[in-house]
T-cell receptor
Framework: EDKVVQSPLSLVVHEGDTVTLNCSYE??????LLWYKQEKKAPTFLFML????IEKKSGRLSSILDKKELFSILNITATQTGDSAVYLC???????????FGGGTRLMVKP | DGGITQSPKYLFRKEGQNVTLSCEQN?????MYWYRQDPGQGLRLIYY???????QKGDIAEGYSVSREKKESFPLTVTSAQKNPTAFYLC??????????????FGPGTRLTVL
């Protein structure tokens, strides 16, 4: 059974801090790892990673995948209150179109 | 506007009643999914459908049913057999085009409360 574990469960920081969110996985026939941001309702897509060592970057957010050690990190630099959300990690395998989600990390950024 | 819509936004149900949650997409996506999210938890897959008139059980299908008569629509029925239905329900869809199959796009969700 595919498994995704995120840490920490929750995190409180102040504006301007840098945070690192972790996602480890056990997946048969891994295909990709995805990060989503969920504020109040629908998760919105951030990144999809398929290759080790290649950083994906969007503004202050970046993410990298390590397929040997089976984990990914999501970095947010110079955090803002608008970054407050639950960050979800999910993995896809080659068996089909399904995603297996981790439990999420709840980030709160205080002014 | 293209996207995924879910209705209603909030739904209250008495114990013993069946309710149906609506999910519609105009993205021309082949695959559609239903997830359940409990407070402080990630998403768990209930049912998914990769093409019209076909659907498969996910990890927690007991007490739920679906249909896929049209490409655009994937309604979820929460039956009285579902023992703990109070949760946030999310619908998602994605394309089966090569290179784009993994990214799922989500609707705004329906919050179901059983009274």
């Amino acid at each position: 059974e595919d498994k995704v574990v995120q840490s920490p469960l929750s995190l409180v920081v102040h504006e301007g801090d840098t945070v690192t969110l972790n996602c480890s996985y056990e997946v048969t026939n891994f295909r990709s790892l995805l990060w989503y941001k969920q504020e109040k309702k629908a998760p919105t897509f951030l990144f999809m990673l398929t290759s080790s060592g290649i950083e994906k970057k969007s503004g202050r957010l970046s993410s990298i995948l390590d397929k040997k050690e089976l984990f990914s990190i999501l970095n947010i630099t110079a955090t803002q209150t608008g970054d407050s959300a639950v960050y979800l990690c999910a993995v896809a395998n080659n068996a089909g179109n399904m995603l297996t989600f981790g439990g999420g990390t709840r980030l709160m950024v205080k002014p | 506007d293209g996207g995924i819509t879910q209705s209603p936004k909030y739904l209250f149900r008495k114990e013993g009643q069946n309710v149906t949650l609506s999910c519609e997409q105009n993205l021309n996506h082949d695959a559609m999914y239903w997830y359940r999210q409990d407070p402080g938890q990630g998403l768990r897959l209930i049912y998914y459908s990769q093409i019209v008139n076909d659907f498969q059980k996910g990890d927690i299908a007991e007490g739920y049913s679906v249909s896929r008569e049209k490409k655009e629509s994937f309604p979820l029925t929460v039956t009285s057999a579902q023992k703990n239905p109070t949760a946030f329900y999310l619908c998602a869809s994605n394309s089966r085009l090569t290179g784009a199959t993994d990214t799922q796009y989500f609707g705004p969700g329906t919050r179901l409360t059983v009274l």
